[in-house]
């Protein structure tokens, strides 16, 4: 290599081989046998989690030990630890054991229902006194004291659910965190939100288990894009009288509603609604005696629309009106309206991502909330006055922060670390100065080992967008020989995986001894650029995907000589086994060996209320539904695919990658196919399968990118 290659090299990577001259100070290599065993002693230190604050002055921390988690209440003055006994809060709460509801207050338990029947998802009124639940898809209330139990719906059945989400509201709406749970408690626990599914026009999917002699068939309820979705009604279910008011929606409009908000008043609940097309959210208030609504919110964008049900919408106290996050300007941003909905002042703006609003202190005008602003690849601290101005950072320095807020915003705790740093954790007062140090993963033996160089650095495309690359190189590098490359990627819109955070020694650094190059991309759509990058996906999933990973590969072949470009390696599951299919296919000319699981192959074969957000209805965009297919480019496979996929897979069907090998046997083409039997999206909970698999990944490893034996320590890993 000459002086002037070198000295491009050192500007383009300045720390990569002073970096590895760095590394060769060290005398002490990791182990095999310390990797596989994870034994890190003196290397690192084991970081507890920050669970959260059990008051104002203490916080909560959980270290994993071989008994389990041990759990500690330190604080905030002094340091001081103790274990922390109460796993369960002190307040009253409720559960199901055995398919009955349980109360429980303190020492004192009680059951509150005894059927045959299952109850789900039960959640105690706001003052302590009923509970709700389902069963067998009603709604249900049951008084603590009397035991008294009030049936609020009465036609639920294999195709009516109240207070019970259909598959797909579950899965893209209402999120997984809540269970199929569809009913929410007034603030005056005088009344019940809650939606009504009739899934008669959804079509059925069969997903077929194999197990027993004739095997078992599940039919579910599954819309694909292009065909219908559940009709939804919204209604309110009095508590007192059992009377049901139902929002004035027409059940069988195209359309989506949101997790709905009760006004702090509890005098209304606010519905957000949008169109099939999810490019037109309109927020309404309704009326509670007549189900009559009201227009408070409107918006409406070219693409798509974000609909965060988690904290899209924060209604402050003393009717002051509204927050709201949008990303209607390009970047989320956060909004104050009155609670007419008019615009009273836009709080952030800047072309960087607001993230989430950590608390809201209206005595003094002030809010807290983490943001992506120094660097799309960190989050930080901020607080800004809610008029918008006197913005300020909090956390500080060039690292990734996790912070968690006491309630009264004095002080937080932050979990910090970057790329070349281990993690630490300190607690800080409200103007962000540090109150003291809680943990450091730094042993004291880290500086003695020669550890693979980890580094975050962006590449630019053409067209302008600086795209983050996260790699870990070799432990050595011999630049006479050439080396394989792995990139691990997700891949979906506004789904980056690529942050400026420290991974603890694990199989990465195995990896790293062995001589693979391990790399993670983050595309043009993966949140960083904000919704201006998103909106290059809409109606073409896929295609901007594989030409960012594809020209950061190119880029790095043509800036290492040691890259083997007949050795480059690409893996991911769900949106990342799309990716990844996408890759061996239509981008085959960079992409030699693949692993994909559990792998979206082609849209039309994928729920609407995701697929349609970004590609809209196949009869809208068949061009987009063509060009977006994995078996569209089957004749562009050159080999070196390993697909996996649970055969019970009932997120995304196993149909997806039958199809793929249906079409690459059609065209002759050698690959690899694994399902595992019994697995869903994943099968992390089938130890032997998971293991298998395992060993299967690393055996292509071996075969394709090391191109060596596997070694014997890793067959019983």
Same mark, same amino acid.
């Given at each position: 290599?000459?002086?002037?290659?070198?000295?491009?090299?050192?500007?383009?990577f300045?720390?990569?081989?002073?970096?590895?001259?760095?590394?060769?100070?060290?005398?002490?290599?990791l182990?095999?046998?310390?990797?596989?065993?994870?034994?890190?002693?003196?290397?690192?230190?084991?970081?507890?989690?920050?669970?959260?604050?059990?008051?104002?002055?203490?916080?909560?921390?959980?270290?994993?030990?071989?008994?389990?988690y041990?759990?500690?209440?330190?604080?905030?003055? %002094?340091?001081? +630890?103790?274990? #922390?006994?109460?796993?369960?809060? @002190?307040? /009253?709460? $409720?559960? &199901?054991?055995?398919?009955? =509801?349980?109360?429980?207050d303190?020492?004192?338990?009680?059951?509150?229902?005894?059927?045959?029947?299952?109850?789900?998802?039960?959640?105690?009124?706001?003052?302590?006194?009923?509970?709700?639940?389902?069963?067998?898809?009603?709604?249900?209330?049951?008084?603590?004291?009397?035991?008294?139990?009030?049936?609020?719906?009465?036609?639920?059945?294999?195709?009516?659910s109240?207070?019970?989400?259909?598959?797909?509201?579950?899965?893209?709406?209402?999120?997984r965190?809540?269970?199929?749970?569809?009913?929410?408690?007034?603030?005056d626990?005088?009344?019940?939100?809650?939606m009504?599914?009739?899934?008669?026009?959804?079509?059925?999917?069969?997903?077929?288990?194999?197990?027993?002699?004739?095997? %078992?068939?599940? +039919?579910?309820? #599954?819309?694909?894009?292009?065909? @219908?979705? /559940?009709? $939804?009604? &919204?209604?309110?279910?009095? =508590?007192?009288?059992?009377e049901?008011?139902w929002?004035?929606?027409?059940?069988?409009?195209?359309?989506?509603?949101?997790?709905?908000?009760?006004?702090?008043?509890?005098?209304?609940?606010?519905?957000?609604?949008m169109?099939?097309?999810?490019?037109?959210?309109?927020?309404?208030?309704?009326?509670?005696?007549?189900?009559?609504?009201?227009?408070?919110?409107?918006?409406k964008?070219?693409?798509w629309?974000?609909?965060?049900?988690?904290d899209?919408?924060?209604?402050l106290?003393?009717?002051?009106?509204?927050?709201?996050?949008?990303?209607?300007?390009?970047?989320?941003?956060?909004?104050?309206?009155?609670?007419?909905?008019e615009?009273?002042?836009?709080?952030?703006?800047?072309?960087?991502a607001?993230?989430?609003?950590?608390?809201?202190?209206?005595?003094?005008?002030?809010?807290?909330f983490?943001?992506?602003?120094?660097?799309?690849?960190?989050?930080?601290?901020?607080?800004?006055?809610?008029?918008g101005?006197?913005?300020?950072?909090?956390?500080?320095?060039?690292?990734?922060?996790?912070?968690?807020?006491?309630?009264?915003?004095?002080?937080?705790?932050?979990?910090?670390?970057?790329?070349?740093?281990?993690?630490?954790?300190?607690v800080?007062?409200?103007?962000?100065?540090?109150?003291?140090?809680?943990?450091?993963?730094?042993?004291?033996?880290?500086?003695?080992?020669?550890?693979?160089?980890?580094e975050?650095?962006?590449?630019?495309?053409?067209?302008?967008?600086d795209?983050?690359?996260?790699?870990?190189?070799?432990?050595?590098?011999?630049?006479?020989?050439?080396?394989?490359?792995?990139?691990?990627i997700?891949?979906?819109?506004?789904?980056?995986?690529?942050?400026?955070?420290?991974?603890?020694?694990?199989?990465?650094?195995?990896?790293?001894?062995?001589?693979?190059?391990?790399?993670?991309?983050?595309?043009?759509?993966?949140?960083?650029f904000?919704?201006?990058?998103?909106?290059?996906?809409?109606?073409?999933?896929?295609?901007?995907?594989?030409?960012?990973?594809?020209?950061?590969?190119?880029w790095?072949?043509?800036?290492?000589?040691?890259?083997?470009?007949?050795?480059?390696?690409?893996?991911?599951?769900?949106?990342g086994?799309?990716?990844?299919?996408?890759?061996?296919?239509?981008?085959?000319?960079?992409?030699?060996?693949?692993i994909?699981?559990g792998?979206?192959?082609?849209?039309?074969?994928?729920?609407?209320?995701?697929?349609?957000?970004?590609?809209?209805?196949?009869q809208?965009?068949?061009?987009?539904?063509?060009?977006?297919?994995?078996?569209?480019?089957?004749?562009?496979?050159k080999g070196?695919?390993?697909i996996?996929h649970?055969?019970?897979?009932?997120?995304?069907?196993?149909?997806?990658?039958?199809?793929?090998?249906?079409?690459?046997?059609?065209?002759?083409?050698?690959?690899?196919?694994?399902?595992?039997?019994?697995?869903?999206?994943?099968?992390?909970?089938?130890?032997?399968k998971?293991?298998?698999?395992?060993?299967?990944?690393?055996?292509f490893?071996?075969?394709?990118?090391?191109?060596?034996?596997?070694?014997?320590a890793?067959?019983?890993?």
């Amino acid at each position: 290599m000459n002086l002037k290659r070198t000295l491009s090299l050192l500007l383009v990577f300045p720390m990569l081989l002073l970096g590895f001259q760095q590394a060769d100070a060290q005398t002490k290599e990791l182990t095999k046998e310390q990797i596989l065993n994870r034994n890190f002693k003196g290397i690192v230190n084991p970081v507890p989690r920050v669970l959260g604050w059990d008051d104002n002055e203490h916080f909560i921390t959980a270290t994993f030990s071989q008994n389990g988690y041990v759990m500690k209440r330190v604080n905030v003055s %002094t340091g001081e +630890e103790e274990v #922390y006994q109460r796993l369960q809060s @002190d307040e /009253p709460s $409720v559960s &199901v054991e055995g398919g009955n =509801v349980y109360y429980k207050d303190g020492s004192e338990t009680k059951q509150l229902t005894d059927t045959e029947a299952n109850e789900n998802n039960p959640e105690l009124s706001p003052d302590g006194k009923k509970v709700a639940f389902s069963r067998n898809k009603d709604l249900y209330v049951i008084d603590v004291e009397s035991g008294e139990e009030t049936r609020l719906t009465h036609d639920g059945s294999d195709m009516i659910s109240n207070g019970w989400a259909s598959w797909v509201y579950m899965e893209e709406i209402l999120g997984r965190s809540t269970r199929f749970q569809a009913y929410w408690w007034s603030p005056d626990s005088k009344n019940i939100g809650f939606m009504r599914f009739d899934d008669s026009p959804v079509k059925t999917f069969p997903i077929y288990l194999a197990d027993g002699s004739y095997g %078992t068939l599940i +039919e579910q309820r #599954y819309p694909k894009a292009g065909y @219908d979705n /559940p009709k $939804v009604r &919204v209604g309110v279910a009095s =508590v007192e009288t059992a009377e049901l008011t139902w929002a004035d929606f027409d059940e069988n409009e195209d359309q989506y509603f949101g997790m709905p908000y009760w006004t702090p008043d509890a005098s209304a609940l606010w519905i957000p609604w949008m169109n099939r097309d999810q490019d037109h959210l309109v927020i309404y208030e309704m009326n509670l005696n007549d189900g009559s609504k009201s227009e408070i919110y409107e918006e409406k964008q070219d693409t798509w629309i974000a609909l965060d049900n988690s904290d899209m919408l924060q209604f402050l106290d003393n009717g002051k009106g509204f927050l709201f996050k949008s990303d209607k300007n390009g970047w989320m941003h956060l909004y104050h309206y009155d609670m007419e909905g008019e615009l009273v002042n836009q709080v952030t703006e800047g072309e960087w991502a607001l993230s989430n609003v950590e608390r809201v202190d209206q005595e003094n005008g002030v809010i807290y909330f983490t943001a992506r602003k120094e660097n799309s690849a960190r989050f930080d601290f901020y607080r800004i006055n809610l008029d918008g101005s006197n913005l300020q950072r909090l956390t500080f320095g060039e690292y990734n922060h996790s912070i968690q807020l006491s309630d009264d915003g004095k002080y937080f705790v932050s979990t910090y670390n970057n790329t070349s740093t281990p993690t630490k954790i300190s607690v800080f007062d409200a103007d962000g100065e540090k109150v003291r140090d809680i943990a450091d993963a730094r042993g004291p033996q880290y500086d003695d080992y020669k550890l693979p160089k980890t580094e975050l650095i962006r590449v630019e495309t053409k067209d302008g967008f600086d795209l983050p690359v996260k790699i870990t190189w070799p432990e050595s590098i011999d630049e006479s020989k050439s080396y394989p490359l792995l990139v691990s990627i997700y891949g979906g819109p506004n789904s980056g995986t690529v942050y400026d955070r420290w991974s603890s020694p694990g199989m990465s650094n195995w990896w790293a001894k062995e001589g693979l190059i391990q790399v993670s991309i983050d595309h043009r759509g993966s949140g960083h650029f904000g919704k201006v990058g998103q909106d290059y996906l809409h109606r073409d999933l896929g295609n901007w995907e594989i030409q960012d990973y594809s020209y950061v590969v190119n880029w790095l072949i043509e800036n290492y000589d040691f890259i083997d470009e007949d050795r480059i390696g690409i893996t991911g599951f769900s949106y990342g086994g799309y990716v990844t299919c996408l890759a061996l296919t239509k981008g085959s000319d960079i992409f030699d060996y693949g692993i994909a699981g559990g792998s979206v192959t082609d849209w039309d074969l994928y729920d609407t209320a995701y697929t349609e957000r970004f590609m809209d209805r196949p009869q809208d965009n068949p061009e987009g539904y063509e060009s977006s297919s994995v078996m569209t480019y089957a004749d562009q496979y050159k080999g070196g695919l390993l697909i996996v996929h649970g055969s019970a897979d009932d997120n995304v069907h196993l149909q997806n990658s039958l199809q793929l090998v249906s079409a690459l046997e059609s065209a002759g083409k050698d690959f690899e196919f694994i399902p595992y039997m019994g697995g869903k999206h994943g099968w992390y909970n089938l130890p032997g399968k998971q293991r298998h698999y395992m060993k299967k990944r690393y055996s292509f490893y071996y075969k394709n990118l090391l191109q060596k034996p596997m070694p014997e320590a890793l067959l019983g890993n």
